[in-house]
């Protein structure tokens, strides 16, 4: 039977960009181009290779987000996903942690799946807890921050690596990963496959698509609230040790006099 | 490096694949990085891993025909991705005779088994090959090309002698497409033909010239004497020659643009990084309408010949052989153009750290250069745009 990959890529502001806040203190998406996120990259990437060692496997990728969002789907599409879901609906403006994995999965439910790949964090947002989240809405295993990852007999297994030790962790099917930017540089999509990309299928839902009340995503049914948002002031420059000779005590210098060491 | 922006970007120009495909030959071009071109240019060797991997990304054989293992596409696309490669600091010079030139006639002219042997290689990138036309008596002038053929009575194969000049990648190209001459056997007079010399022909002879180009592909003089051909080296139909030439050049033209283009994007975007920072008075020395107008100038004038390189691409891509063949003459020229002068300012801007190796611009000055001078130099396409475009009487 053929493994059913999903595969939860967001969209998100190009860090590159001069990102800022819109009045309502959310992202203020119109003013940065947006990509797919990279740290999804790896994600899709990961979920590209388990495909590829299994016998059969179909790989969905799916967002939450708006209508340029589709650009994220087209990226992964072109690295080599065999489908989308496309989450769209004006009441998910605003939506916060909650909000966005019940919206996730509903829709991966809907897909239907045996793994769930996503990032580590989103490159925005950066709250980390999405893929955890979504484990426990759907009720299945997650294994989270993996820097190593294969699906054999059923089982999901991966390595985590921590500060101290790195732990071989598993989970039988279905279940949740989260990759690391440490699970391998992922692929440029193809020729071909930037090609083919068009000609697969994209699936639009909406809220109402998914039986979900407008009521609990969007700002209004986020369970925090943004106060306050400041610019970060400009980095002061930094110093620049010259090496004539004394370079690395001055440089031992500089740390300790920062508590660095 | 910070992506300057372009009319480029918006979606309305260009479609979505060929948008998709700048972006992510950009990202590929960015990873690999001017440092290693130049590091590469240093030690002596080719760019192959990037070459190798673009390849296998299939960017390299984008124009040729799917069933050949090629990506379908035109050359509107095989110059994105020179074009975007060249913007990231490292082109692919050999993607102008290789798949353009030599790719584009194959396809169109190649017999059966020519192209089962040539043309996968092409677009995986396991085989290359250089294109000579150029001769130390002839030049500009293609109508004097002597290299001659003749036909070997023993074998039914070809015997060719001549000189050819200023070949590009001969060393690592496992063929040359040499364009000669042979006798029409109805007229006796002279018609051009097109040969395929595999680098390994006994008596194919190849001298490496000194150029004061920081380039990893170098430039050669070739020596044929009698050299023996087997029949099949003729690459199509005897007649065809002109039509193939033809073919060839206008891919030829658009993709010295495409890299003329890059090498210019290249070098404004350094030019504007450094004009942002580097602070000489009370402000950044971009704040300096003198450093400021001249980028801005260069950078119109880029964007202007990418325009003329596009409109040259879609029309050779259309099939109007003729009206491409203006626009990419237009196209090269100004391209080379606007990358001399885009280097040149870049160069300026930098002051002194212009002229160092650690920045790397000032061996763009020679290389800029080239596409004023190759394939066709400023003053033909200028002869050529007099005579056809304007209709004034013909001086060449
Ligand atoms: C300006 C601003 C204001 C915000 N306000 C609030 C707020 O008031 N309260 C609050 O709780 N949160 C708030 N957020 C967080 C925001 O709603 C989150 O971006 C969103 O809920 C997802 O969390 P994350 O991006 O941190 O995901 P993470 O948990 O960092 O993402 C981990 C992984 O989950 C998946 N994923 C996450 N989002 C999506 C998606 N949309 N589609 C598909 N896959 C996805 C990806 O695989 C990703 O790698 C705010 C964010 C911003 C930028
Ligand atoms: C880096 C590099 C790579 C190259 N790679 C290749 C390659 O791969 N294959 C290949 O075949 N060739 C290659 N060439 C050769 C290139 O195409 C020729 O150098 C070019 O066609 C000019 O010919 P020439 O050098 O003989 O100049 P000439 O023809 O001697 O011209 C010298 C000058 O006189 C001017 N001139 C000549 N005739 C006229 C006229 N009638 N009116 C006005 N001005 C005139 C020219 O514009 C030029 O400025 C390469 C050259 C360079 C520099």
Redesign the interface.
Known sequence: MSLRIVVAVKYVPDA?GDRHFADDLTTDRDAVDGLLSELDEYAVEQALQIAEAADDAEITVLTVGPADAKDAL??AL?MGADKAVHVEDDALHGTDVMGTSLVLAKAIEHAGFDLVVTGMASTDGTAGVVPALLAERLGIPQVTLLSEVAVSGGKVTGRRDGDAASEQVEASLPALVSVTDQSGEAR?????G??A??KKPVEALDLSDLGIDAADVGLAGAWTAVQEAAARPARSAGTIVKDEGEGGKQLAAFLAEHKFI | M?TTGSTFDSALLET??RR??RK?VG??GRRYGRDYFTAAVREGRQTDELWQEAA????LG?NLPEEYGG???GLA?LSIVLEELGAAGCPLLLLVVSPAICGTVLARFGTDAQRQRWLPGLADGSLRIAFGITEPDAGSNSHRITTTARRDPATGGWLLTGRKVFVSGVDIADATLIVGRTEDARTGKLKPCLFLVERDTPGFDFRQIDMELSAPEKQFQLFLDDVALPADALVGDEDAGLLQLFAGLNPERVMTAAFSVGMGRYAVGRAVDYARTRQVWSAPIGGHQAIAHPLAQAHIELELARLMTQKAAYLYDAGDDMGAGEAANMAKYAAAEACAKAVDQAVHTLGGNGLTAEYGLASLLTASRVGRIAPVSREMILNFVSHHSLGLPKSY
Do not use: D, H, N
Request: aromatic share 10%.
């Open positions: 590159t087209r990226k072109s440029y999509p193809s020729f071909k930037i090609m990309a068009k | 910070t979505e694949e998709a495909l992510a990202a590929l296998s990304l299939g960017y984008v990506g379908g596409g696309e």
